[in-house]
């Protein structure tokens, strides 16, 4: 595939789906996924890797077991590998840009894991 | 290091230099960077990593050997490793995320490099 640019806020316009990751680009084996973000989601660790999320619109609390992170349009948080957390949108839906290990699973569980969809 | 919330914007204020990538977060081995950019930067290639562009403000052009992808604000442009590549911001300043694996030369090469400074 010829890599194009890549308007983050068109794919965005793609979909409706909340907690549910769509990949807009590969990187270094990485998936680059955007994902809208209404509510809260599942306590969950990924031992084996860190995760990135970066808000593109809205607040979103990451809450971690010891404090909460609150994060804006323009600001990022790496979450590092092995480190419980649960990211809430509870202000209203939150865009992210988000990066995963490609094919991770976003609960840290297959079996509970929403499945990437490509767009 | 604790890890915090990184606002992009606050630490693209903390200097003024251009072309001079100021490493806010790791993730995975990575280096995560803001980058001022001004006018023309180098022809180069990364020979075994892919490199992550991200445009906050303004307007980038990513020259290729066969063609130039131009990147506005929320436009996001992954080099496959091995391409050539030059970034030009012709239209005043731009700046960028930018996503390398750790402490790699942003020329492509150490005796051109501009060192990443941790901000």
Redesign the interface.
């Known amino acids: 595939m010829t890599?194009?640019?890549?308007?983050?806020?068109e794919k965005l316009g793609q979909f409706d789906a909340t907690w549910s990751p769509h990949t807009?680009?590969?990187?270094?084996g990485?998936d680059?996924a955007v994902v809208k973000a209404d509510g809260e989601f599942v306590w969950h660790q990924h031992d084996d890797?860190?995760e990135?999320f970066?808000v593109?619109d809205g607040e979103l609390e990451m809450e971690l077991r010891d404090r909460t992170?609150?994060?804006g349009p323009?600001?990022?948080?790496?979450?590092?590998k092995g480190t419980e957390h649960r990211p809430c949108a509870r202000k209203g839906q939150v865009k992210l840009?988000l990066?995963d290990?490609k094919d991770m699973p976003n609960t840290g569980d297959p079996a509970t894991a929403t499945v990437a969809v490509e767009i």
Chains 1, 2 share one sequence.
């Open positions: 890599p194009a640019a890549i308007d983050l806020d807009v680009a590969a990187f270094n990485h680059i890797t860190d990135l970066l593109l992170v609150t994060l323009g600001e990022l948080f790496v979450v590092p840009l990066m290990p």
